[in-house]
């Protein structure tokens, strides 16, 4: 079935540690991707996309992604992070031929450790 | 400028009652989607308007209905509430096409008793 997976409901990481969220895929074609924050009570903040190029994408507040289409994957990593990063991440993607809409993945909740 | 804004933020109905959410989109855009968000089912894609015309639609009952204004301005409606339509609905607007980026309201938390 065609699907998002995001294999981590929730990370814990201390502050200055790396971060890796992963996101996969399984649409035939190359779809949009998309990866949004939602901190609590509040709407979804749009981290960083990718539809074509360079596979390496840089976001806000320091975010980066790697689309490999080999793997199917397009995984966040952020080098250091900060206390304020502790949010639940969505990665999303519009499938081709497939309208204008999203298919979210479940989310991945990051705890950030003092 | 002005982000995406929705009312109410909070809103509490019974079963069985109708509610009429409203969506106000960044200045220029004219593309508006509605999503729900609840803890067991995720984000899902309700309906997406353009131009005041439905572009696309997502696997809801026909209780969930939306229209949008010639100003961009959307509404959606929930008729005969059930507890299970209990969810933050969020509204995302865009300029045209998905390519632009949606950007998100803070959403609507309806909670049916």
């Known amino acids: 079935a065609q699907s998002v997976t995001q294999p981590d409901i929730h990370i814990t990481v201390s502050e200055g540690a790396s971060l890796e969220l992963r996101c996969n895929y399984s649409?035939?074609?190359?779809?949009?991707l998309f990866w949004y924050v939602q901190s609590p009570g509040q709407g979804l903040q749009l981290l960083l996309k990718?539809?074509?190029?360079?596979?390496l994408v840089q976001g806000i507040k320091g975010f980066e992604a790697e689309f490999k289409r080999s793997q199917s994957s397009f995984n966040l990593r952020k080098p250091s992070v900060h206390w304020s990063d502790a949010a639940e991440y969505f990665c999303?993607?519009?499938?081709?031929?497939?309208?204008?809409?999203?298919?979210f993945g479940p989310g991945t909740r990051l705890s950030v450790l003092p | 400028k002005a982000g995406v804004t929705q009312t109410p933020r909070y809103l509490i109905k019974t079963r069985g009652q109708q509610v009429t959410l409203s969506c106000s989109p960044i200045?220029?855009?004219?593309?508006v989607s509605w999503y729900q968000q609840t803890p067991g089912q995720g984000l899902q894609f309700l309906f997406e308007?353009?131009?005041?015309?439905?572009?696309n639609k997502g696997n809801f009952p026909g209780r969930f209905s939306g229209r949008q204004f010639s100003n961009s301005r959307s509404e959606m409606n929930v008729s005969t509430l059930e507890l299970g339509d209990s969810a933050l609905y969020l509204c995302?607007?865009?300029?045209?096409?998905?390519?632009?980026?949606?950007?998100f309201g803070s959403g609507t938390r309806l909670t049916v008793v």
């Open positions: 995302a607007s865009s300029r045209d096409r998905v390519g632009y980026g949606y950007t």
């Open positions: 649409y035939g074609a190359t779809p949009y």
């Open positions: 990718y539809f074509s190029g360079d596979t």
């Open positions: 999303a993607v519009v499938p081709e031929n497939y309208g204008q809409n999203f298919v």
């Open positions: 200045s220029g855009h004219r593309s």
């Open positions: 308007y353009f131009s005041e015309t439905q572009r």
